[in-house]
């Protein structure tokens, strides 16, 4: 068997040899690139300098066409496609974000590693806001974070305690209508608070 595929390879190799060998003596020259074509236990490789096909031992194919094995180095970083970019201010970790299905569902799935989760709508439509300033006040009103939310959920990582969160849109909707309402983070679990705005 592996003789009749030796065979078929070579004569391959001399049908492509005469077609290069024509196309070198036409008035436009082509450039053949170097290409590998596993075939049973051999490989038929062009040679860079010769231009001409020849059968190789299938020792000498780039290790990595014969690699079946799919790990990943530890050394190279998983490919990260999320929009959602977690961040970090004064030790606060938050993340915002949610316009679109896509968004949202990135935000699920990272809902559990936030303790306070704050979303942003109109009131009676429901629709979303984003572009909404969030700041998080200490029992002093001392501000510990102040961001801007990229879409209609925010969520934050807190200490226990208590404190105010004072939210005002930024956008043609509600714009400079401030609302603050307290929060008692006390790890039992999530705590959840929805602003909404009159168009």
């Known amino acids: 068997m592996r003789i009749m595929q030796q065979a078929v ?11 290069i060998q024509a196309l070198a003596g036409a ?6 690139p170097t290409r590998l074509i596993p075939a049973g236990d051999a490989v038929m490789q062009m ?4 231009k001409e096909w020849a059968i190789r031992p299938a020792e000498e194919v780039n290790p990595l066409m014969q690699s079946t094995d799919t790990t990943i180095s530890p050394n190279v970083p998983p490919l990260d496609t999320r929009s959602s970019e977690i961040k970090n201010d004064g030790g606060i970790r938050y993340v915002s974000g949610g316009v679109g299905e896509s968004e949202r569902r ?10 306070l989760h704050l ?5 009676g439509s429901g629709e979303y806001l ?10 002093h009103d001392t501000p510990l974070l102040t961001v801007l939310s990229k879409g209609p959920w925010f969520y934050a990582q807190l200490p226990r305690g208590r404190y105010t969160v004072e939210v005002i849109p930024t956008g043609h909707r509600g714009e400079g209508q401030t609302q603050r309402k307290a929060v008692n983070i ?6 959840r608070l929805d602003f909404y705005w009159t168009k």
Do not use: C, H, P, W
């Open 106 to 115: 990135e935000l699920d799935a990272l809902a559990s590693e936030f303790n």
């Open 186 to 191: 006390d790890g039992s679990g999530r705590s």
């Open 130 to 139: 984003s572009a909404v300033q969030v700041k998080i006040l200490d029992t």
């Open 27 to 32: 008035q436009t020259q082509y450039e053949v």
């Open 47 to 50: 040679a860079e300098t010769s």
């Open 9 to 19: 390879l070579m004569a391959m190799g001399l049908t492509l040899t005469a077609g």
């Open 119 to 123: 979303m942003f709508a109109t009131q």
